[in-house]
């Protein structure tokens, strides 16, 4: 390649990696900071709402399908829950994700004598957060293919940044570090995206795969057998009558005795599925690594698999 080629598309590259910082970067910023935030989602949603956690004492006195009524009641009419998720630690709520027409809402409940300790809709600081970090805010608009789109932006930015710092003679020592001659807002920036930009590419090239899962399974298909995907699963068409949550756990911690249940998805639909969370001995996962599938009604095992 001739000098005169080499500086042209040096000087394309420029502009790429300027223009995506100035416009998909600073969504990407945003949800850099929303992501650092949700890390301690828990703490935080703790410290501004103390009450949600003033538990009485440890223990469950309830079945589950009773949290599930009690939280539906205090929704109120053609409220259904979704998600029952059990205490993450010895003591704490119950936390109960219900879908009503005012949209998805969270009620707290202390599980040692039913009582409601709080409710939290969508515009609430975490679920809102949740939310604009997962999908942008605009689920029902391909949020979540935008994030992923702003995902692959950010896998540019990084890879060109690296393009474009990379030295043009052999590596020295200083090529590491601070540069005679640039000043320091530009001396910052090499430094300092140098450092972070395999960070960068790493957290963008997972979050494309979060983005577009199908996409990202035929990807690794192309190159490995992967296991079949657990997302929108269905459980054939049977009739008779639907397990209850509590025997839907009961069967999943059959199938792993030493795991404790962490969160129970409740099937949505006539071909919905049980979707049990549970934690295996030394999982510090917030809601446990395993999860089984189980059919309602003909109360069997369909897959065992990841949570999501």
């Known amino acids: 390649m001739g000098d005169a080629l080499k500086s042209r598309t040096r000087a394309i590259w420029v502009q790429v990696h300027l223009w995506l910082g100035l416009t998909l970067g600073v969504i990407g910023a945003l949800l850099g900071i929303s992501g650092c935030i949700l890390v301690y989602d828990h703490e ?24 599930a009524r009690i939280a539906e009641k ?16 010895e003591i704490g709520p119950v936390i109960v994700f219900v879908r009503a027409e005012a949209g998805l809402q969270r009620v707290y409940i202390d599980p040692s004598d039913g009582d409601v300790l709080d409710r939290a ?46 030295p043009r003679g052999r590596f020295r020592r200083k090529d590491f570090g601070f540069r005679r001659g640039p000043v320091v807002s530009r001396n910052l920036h090499l430094t300092l995206g140098l450092y972070s930009s395999l960070v960068l590419a790493m957290l963008s090239f997972t979050g494309i795969f979060l983005s577009f899962p199908d996409a990202g399974r035929a990807a690794v298909g192309a190159l490995a057998p992967v296991s079949p995907s657990t997302r929108g699963m269905q459980a054939p068409e049977s009739q008779g009558r639907p397990l209850t949550p509590d025997d ?19 099937p949505a639909g006539p071909r919905g599925v049980y979707r049990i969370a549970l934690r295996e001995p030394g999982d510090d996962g917030e809601r446990g690594g395993a999860v089984i599938f189980i059919d309602p009604r003909a109360a069997t095992v369909l897959r065992r698999g990841p949570w999501r």
């Open 74 to 89: 205090e929704v109120g009419e053609k409220a259904r829950a979704g998600l029952i998720r059990l205490p993450d630690r």
């Open 44 to 67: 935080i949603d703790e410290w501004l709402h103390p009450v949600r956690y003033a538990v009485n004492g440890s223990g469950s006195a309830f079945k589950l399908a009773d949290y």
């Open 121 to 166: 809709g969508s515009r609430d600081l975490i679920p809102w957060m949740h939310s604009f970090h997962e999908s942008l805010m605009l689920r029902e608009y391909w949020g979540r293919e935008l994030v992923g789109i702003v995902g692959i932006a950010m896998l540019v930015s990084s890879l060109s940044g690296i393009y474009l710092w990379w």
């Open 248 to 266: 839907a756990a009961a069967i999943a911690r059959a199938q792993l005795p030493d795991a404790a249940v962490t969160g129970v998805g409740i």
